[in-house]
């Protein structure tokens, strides 16, 4: 019976660990590779119309949203999103781009990268 437990605490520390090396290692570096290159360097500074004919229309071309613009990109069954956010000028000051894993048993949500303008204060 000792025999047994030890057996079982083993495999479900290296399950653990199989576990924690996959979801925080592997995907979020996988995610990075996907990321389409003009994503690299958004144009911080810049007007709205210079990060759209950088970046692309936005995925909702349509609608302001809250001050910001997003795109998606969609890799198998997972998300890749890009998000600028403007001031009132609509001067892009932040971008975030986040990863969405989905699989039938796990769903993680990765923020890859993200910048801000360093706004100085007078």
Same mark, same amino acid.
């Given at each position: 019976?000792?025999?047994?437990? +030890?057996?079982? #605490?083993? =495999?479900?520390?290296? !399950? ?5 090396? =996959?979801? $925080?290692?592997?995907?979020?570096? @996988?995610? $990075?590779?996907?990321?389409?290159? +003009?994503? %690299?360097?958004?144009? =911080? ?6 990060? %759209?004919?950088?970046? !692309? @229309?936005?995925? +909702?071309?349509d +609608?302001? $949203?809250a ?11 997972n $998300? #890749? ?18 990863? #969405?894993?989905?699989?039938? #048993?796990?769903?993680? %949500? ?5 910048d801000? =303008?360093?706004? @100085?204060?007078?």
């Open positions: 019976m000792r025999r047994l437990l +030890k057996y079982f #605490l083993v =495999l479900l520390f290296i !399950g653990i660990l199989v576990y924690l090396f =996959l979801f $925080e290692l592997i995907i979020p570096s @996988a995610a $990075e590779t996907s990321i389409p290159y +003009k994503w %690299h360097n958004v144009p =911080l500074g810049h007007k709205r119309d210079v990060v %759209h004919s950088y970046v !692309g @229309a936005p995925a +909702k071309a +609608k302001w $949203e001050q910001g613009d997003g795109w998606i990109r969609r890799v198998n069954a $998300e #890749l999103s890009l998000h600028v956010w403007y001031n009132k000028d609509t001067v892009a000051t932040c971008y975030s781009i986040r990863f #969405l894993y989905l699989d039938w #048993l796990v769903t993680r %949500h990765y923020i890859l990268r993200n801000s =303008l360093a706004v @100085a204060l007078p």
